[in-house]
């Protein structure tokens, strides 16, 4: 897919991926949320994030946004202060009600790495 993107500007494109958060902080536990438990929930967001990873390594234009890492300590043990990825200079909640969806202060953290990234790419430009 990214390879027919790219055919498709002959000027070339840049393409922006983000991988996938996980919303129970590298935990696993689903059913803690509500959620239904799902045994290899860890395994099969890391197994999409490396192929995300490695498309990105893989081609120059394509720019890995790093969703996964921003949003650990921001699920659904945000407020355990002794959980491995709690954050003390932002210790809430990004994710909606779902679970599957950011809310307002997760979207506006996507949307701040997304621009940061266009940054990055745009001053590597110059």
Same mark, same amino acid.
């Given at each position: 897919?990214?390879?027919?993107?790219?055919?498709?500007?002959?000027? @070339?494109?840049?393409?922006?991926? *983000?991988?996938?958060?996980?919303?129970? #902080? @590298?935990?696993?536990?689903?059913? #803690? /949320?509500?959620?239904? *438990?799902?045994?290899?929930?860890?395994? %099969?967001?890391? *197994?999409?994030?490396?192929?995300?990873?490695?498309? /990105?390594?893989?081609?120059?234009? !394509?720019?890995?946004? #790093?969703?996964?890492?921003?949003? %650990? @300590?921001?699920?659904?043990?945000?407020?355990?202060?002794?959980? *491995?990825?709690?954050?003390?200079?932002?210790?809430?909640?990004?994710?909606? !009600?779902?679970?599957?969806?950011?809310?307002?202060?997760?979207?506006? !953290?996507?949307?701040?790495?997304?621009?940061?990234?266009?940054?990055?790419? /745009?001053?590597? %430009?110059?």
């Amino acid at each position: 897919m990214v390879n027919q993107i790219n055919s498709r500007f002959p000027g @070339g494109c840049h393409l922006f991926l *983000a991988n996938i958060f996980d919303p129970t #902080d @590298g935990v696993g536990d689903t059913e #803690d /949320a509500g959620l239904p *438990a799902w045994k290899d929930g860890e395994k %099969l967001v890391a *197994a999409f994030n490396e192929v995300i990873r490695r498309c /990105a390594s893989r081609h120059s234009f !394509v720019h890995l946004v #790093d969703v996964h890492a921003a949003f %650990l @300590g921001h699920g659904i043990h945000c407020a355990q202060f002794w959980s *491995a990825h709690y954050d003390s200079k932002d210790p809430h909640y990004w994710y909606y !009600v779902n679970l599957e969806d950011p809310n307002e202060r997760g979207y506006d !953290v996507i949307r701040r790495l997304f621009l940061l990234e266009f940054a990055r790419t /745009a001053d590597q %430009l110059r």
